[in-house]
């Protein structure tokens, strides 16, 4: 089970990451972050880290490089000097600099192009936690690994951006046939509704020699952007899906019993003492990627029993 000092973490880094948000086109100090953590600024570096992976600084340049990123994106041709005093840089060539070291090419290159490239994604614990409370029930069931969290969230008619594999049945299988740089060109997807997920697709979904797991990212049904080259784009039904969340773990070493231990609970889980039923051709299930911070996340599609909605 996870202990309360781990929690105190975890809402301390989200509080830093809100202040940064709110304050992305200010000078921002450590000192600001620590009074926004609530602890002192060296526990505040430390803990940011720990959770993270990345300095509060490091974080807060790529977040406002990327913010940067999509102004450059959206159209006008904003003069590349506005954009980096905009973000708190000091200057042109300190910006391009690190533009470069980001994302591989000059800003005013950036500029001029129309499909997504790899942007820093940031862990929003906050997003995660927002989007499950829009769901409308609540539940919990005990695996080995603690408490699993399980809770049902509308889904609305929308598109899903993807790329298929061959044979792919799960994750590992993917990344050998077509390689994990899909998560970081799906992340680059301004107008994507969620995170990038792998995805078991429904048969109706799965085109003939291709796999039934894909990696893929939700955009608005109106969505008429640039598709990157080797994808594709489908249309997906409003549909109800059952997300489960396992707890954090701390020790990336202890990931896959984690997810075995899920999994036993998923597979014995009972959706119909809670008026559903499973409905895996109205929806692909899908993965989040596994943070440690926030458990493993799986979601199946369902449908209300004795309900046509």
């Known amino acids: ?7 105190d973490k975890i809402a301390a880094v989200r509080r830093m990451q809100d202040y940064m948000e709110d304050n992305l086109q200010k000078p921002i100090s450590l000192s600001q972050l620590a009074k926004a953590a609530g602890y002192s600024q060296w526990q505040s570096s430390r803990v940011f880290k720990e ?9 807060l340049r790529s977040l406002r490089l990327s913010k940067a990123a999509e102004v450059l994106r959206a159209g006008g041709r904003p003069k590349v000097i506005d954009v980096a005093f905009d973000f708190v840089f000091d200057s042109h060539e300190g910006f391009s600099r690190a533009f470069f070291r980001q994302f591989g090419e000059s800003p005013k290159k950036y500029s001029r192009k129309s499909e997504p490239v790899k942007i820093f994604m940031p862990e929003r614990i906050r997003d995660y936690y927002l989007n499950l409370q829009k ?4 539940m919990t069931d005990k695996g080995k690994t603690g408490t699993v969290f399980v809770q049902v969230v509308e889904r609305p008619r929308r598109k899903l951006i993807l790329k298929r ?5 799960h994750y590992f299988d993917y990344c050998e ?47 008429s952007g640039a598709i990157p080259e ?18 954090p773990y701390e020790d990336d070493e202890k ?32 993965q989040l990627e596994p943070q440690g911070y926030r ?15």
């Open 1 to 7: 089970m996870i202990v309360t000092e781990r929690w």
């Open 177 to 223: 046939e077509v390689g994990c740089d899909t998560w970081e060109i799906l992340s680059g997807i301004k107008e994507a509704m969620y995170e990038p997920a792998g995805m078991w697709l429904p048969k109706s979904m799965v085109k003939p020699g291709t796999s039934t797991y894909v990696m893929g990212v939700e955009v608005a049904a109106d969505f």
């Open 255 to 286: 990931f896959g019993d984690a997810i075995e231990d899920f999994w036993e609970v998923m597979k014995r889980y009972k959706p119909t003492v809670y008026g559903f039923e499973w409905a895996d051709a109205d929806a692909p299930r899908f």
């Open 230 to 247: 080797g994808f594709e784009i489908i249309e997906l039904p409003p549909c109800k899906m059952m997300v489960f969340q396992g707890e």
């Open 51 to 59: 959770i993270t992976g990345k300095t509060p600084f490091d974080y």
């Open 135 to 138: 769901g409308d029930v609540q």
């Open 165 to 169: 594999g061959v044979k792919a049945s």
């Open 295 to 309: 458990g493993y996340i799986e979601a199946r599609p369902v449908r209300t029993i004795n309900s046509d909605k």
